[in-house]
């Protein structure tokens, strides 16, 4: 009995010390706490939008300033998806809206703080997808795209050689075969209007009705690719050489000849060639370096002295220069073969190596790219390859416009 009535009184000791070097919170519970005023939404500046791609302005009050603090939903029954704030002040939120599809979607806002999710279903909301896949089906492996101002698509297969257009309305027809005996693949395809020019081996074909065909060089280079600029000059890149020839393809000629880079991709832009470039000179340390490079272009039609632009090496390792472009307003999309395929540098003070660095709607892009063009209008067109080696050729709504410096 002794011994229990001791360690009864231990524990009481021992409890009451603990219970008396600490104080107990304060019940955190209040029931007259209503939170902060739900927010009110009074309407939104457009109906219809494109996944992943399209912005939304949503106005009203008590949304708050802190745009990890609120919650904008696109909501149907049990289809949910979550949009980014992009930006939020008390009267007006900017949201990205999320790849989601579905039509009759309400707006719903968690802001955190509040009890009650704010609902719009004044104005219901359709989300599209800005990224059709086409429903091109061959056995040949799709090796090169390109677009035209209609949204209608040019492809150019493997081993078989054809070239296939694919209207916009989704009408396939076969409008070119090619009929060169041990060809290589089609390298380069471009759309002008209704002209299709292609490259195979060390020729720039024009397909308009009929196949007209230049050897724009005599040393067999195969033209990896090609493009237009408005100075009556088509410029074509290949291994150790840059060519010039006009656009009905005479007056080739050698615009560059060095043999310390191979040329894989090109695109004119503001007076100046930009050239996806490997370097393969005697410089051990630089083997294999990979680089956009800019060459001016003389009023003459020759070009001036290459710069390295970004070394692509250095800043993106392990990823390999599909394809270039510009929209209007000088931002460059670079295409490549990872799975954030599509850079977008916007420049600083003319300044790409300064400027800002983003990654072209990664919720909708995530396959590596084998071939990529917009050359004009409102639509990106790429061929894709999943993780099992599947080709898929897309069509991709773009916000900006086409930069139309290299349009004949």
């Not at 939903?73 to 979550?82: A, M, P, S």
């Not at 007209?212 to 290949?238: E, G, Q, S």
């Not at 209007?328 to 490549?336: C, D, H, I, K, L």
């Amino acid at each position: 009995m002794k011994k229990t009535f001791i360690s009864l009184s231990m524990m009481l000791i021992v409890i009451l010390a603990l219970t008396g070097c600490y104080e107990w919170p304060d019940n955190i519970f209040d029931p007259d706490d209503t939170g902060l005023t739900t927010p009110t939404i009074t309407g939104v500046d457009k109906t219809t939008l494109l996944g992943g791609i399209d912005q939304l302005t949503i106005t009203g009050s008590g949304f708050g300033t802190v745009a990890n603090e609120v919650l904008i939903y696109f909501k149907k029954g049990t289809t949910v998806g979550r949009g980014r704030a992009l930006n939020v002040t008390d009267t007006e939120i900017i949201v990205e809206a999320p790849a989601v599809y579905s039509d009759s979607l309400e707006i719903w806002i968690d802001r955190r703080g509040c009890f009650e999710y704010a609902k719009f279903t004044s104005s219901l909301i359709t989300i599209e997808s800005g990224i059709k896949a086409l429903p091109i089906v061959t056995v040949q492996p799709l090796n090169q795209v390109a677009i035209n101002e209609d949204g209608d698509i040019i492809v150019a297969l493997g081993s078989s050689f054809d070239v296939l257009s694919f209207t916009i309305d989704d009408s396939l027809t076969t409008i070119a075969g090619v009929s060169f005996s041990n060809s290589l693949n089609i390298l380069a395809v471009r759309t002008t209007g209704d002209d299709i020019y292609y490259t195979l081996r060390e020729y720039l074909v024009k397909y308009d009705g009929a196949k007209n065909r230049n050897k724009v060089n005599a040393t067999k280079n195969n033209l990896n690719d090609f493009a237009f600029a408005n100075n009556n000059k088509i410029y074509l890149v290949a291994a150790n050489y840059i060519y010039s020839t006009d656009h009905d393809m005479s007056n080739a000629a050698d615009a560059v000849v060095d043999t310390n880079y191979n040329y894989t991709k090109c695109e004119v832009y503001d007076g100046n060639l930009y050239v996806a470039s490997t370097y393969v000179g005697g410089d051990t340390l630089r083997a294999n370096e990979k680089a956009i490079m800019t060459y001016p272009i003389n009023t003459d039609g020759s070009l001036g002295t290459g710069e390295m632009l970004i070394n692509w090496t250095e800043d993106f390792a392990g990823s390999i220069i599909k394809g270039l472009s510009f929209d209007a307003n000088g931002t460059m999309y670079v295409a490549t073969s990872t799975s954030t395929p599509i850079y977008v540098f916007e420049p600083v003070a003319g300044s790409y190596a300064d400027g800002s660095i983003s990654l072209l709607y990664p919720v909708l892009l995530n396959q590596a790219i084998i071939s990529m063009r917009w050359d004009s209008g409102d639509y990106m067109a790429f061929i894709a390859k999943d993780a099992s080696g599947a080709r898929t050729v897309y069509r991709l709504k773009m916000i900006e416009t086409a930069s139309p410096n290299y349009i004949p």
